[in-house]
């Protein structure tokens, strides 16, 4: 429909209006508005006494310049004109209230398409309201979205007003068919995309990251590889005096550490790497998903970690249940 063409009576300039302030097309606020006028009119005539039956089926006249409009019962090929006497100002309000729930969820959907096509990425979000269990963060003019409290970093304090970095998780649909977004800043995923936004390497595919292991708030183990000759994937994550992965540093909880390691198709020497920053780590066995692994007595506490962190990611980051114990000298 070319809105320009239209007369400009006040109903057709308001249909533009709507149309041009939502980015919705002119003939789906029409449409909303006819399946309105079918609401009120079923509504009319069970206030009078009239059951309708649920197989009638019903259909709008609608002028789009005028916005008069008449109301038929299709039965077959039949159309027969039901719009009641006097209907129109009772029509009107219904089908207004109809138009704005309608108009509400129509945005909803193409805000929801739009990020649909940005589901895995970053997104900056500013909080704008702190409940027991989640957060509402404003991720645009218009749109707001959902950190759960399992996606949450507990140890992390903030605060409404506060500009955060999140990825976009996921969308759920409650019963009504009403969609959330929801965001997440303790997926580990968050930290993949930190790495692709800091690190041109990362991002352009010529360092790939293997795999993560993360302790929220506290430590993040990453594993990368290279698949491009003379590129150090450590070294290029790391950055120049360690300037990459501070600026990931930046955007993680202040006490969260982060381990950059080689990734190896070498089973025990991935395990060995897995485990820093203790060094000197020796492999002794490997059998059912379960490594015996040793160290020097000075890099015990370091393989272990507080509270058995390090080796529990270094667990996650392997696939494997590791043991370690003091090396055992001859």
Request: proline share 4%.
């Amino acid at each position: 429909m070319d809105l320009k063409k239209l007369p400009k009576t006040e109903f057709a300039v308001s249909i533009a209006q709507l149309a041009g302030e939502r980015g919705i097309p002119a003939e789906d606020i029409l449409n909303i508005i006819e399946q309105g006028l079918i609401s009120a009119y079923k509504r009319d005539q069970k206030e009078h006494g009239i059951i309708i039956d649920e197989a009638d089926q019903f259909e709008v006249e609608l002028s789009a310049e005028s916005g008069s409009f008449e109301i038929y019962l299709i039965e077959g090929e039949n159309r027969t004109k039901v719009t009641p006497p006097g209907f129109g100002r009772i029509a009107t309000q219904t089908a207004m209230n109809v138009l704005k729930q309608g108009l509400s969820e129509l945005q909803n959907e193409k805000m929801i398409a739009e990020y649909r096509q940005k589901m895995g990425t970053l997104i900056h979000g500013v909080i704008t309201r702190i409940d027991s269990n989640r957060i509402i963060v404003s991720i645009d003019r218009e749109t707001e979205a959902l950190c759960p409290k399992e996606e949450m970093v507990f140890s992390e304090n903030l605060k409404p007003g506060d500009k955060k970095l999140f990825i976009l998780k996921s969308i759920e649909e409650d019963l009504t068919g009403r969609k959330t977004i929801i965001v997440s800043r303790r997926d580990p995923e968050f930290i993949r995309q930190l790495f692709i936004r800091e690190v041109p390497e990362v991002a352009n595919g010529s360092v790939v990251v293997e795999k993560i292991a993360r302790s929220p708030g506290d430590r993040t183990k990453i594993a990368v590889s290279s698949n491009q000759a003379g590129i150090d994937p450590v070294g290029s994550c790391i950055g120049q005096k360690g300037s990459r992965v501070q600026s990931v540093l930046n955007e993680l909880p202040q006490d969260e550490k982060v381990d950059v390691i080689l990734f190896s198709e070498n089973q025990n020497q991935f395990i060995a790497q897995a485990l820093s920053p203790a060094q000197n780590v020796k492999v002794i066995s490997v059998k059912n998903n379960f490594a015996n692994v040793q160290v020097p007595e000075d890099q015990l506490a370091l393989a272990i970690g507080g509270g058995g962190e390090n080796v529990r990611l270094a667990g996650i980051l392997t696939g494997l249940d590791i043991k370690v114990s003091k090396l055992e000298t001859a």
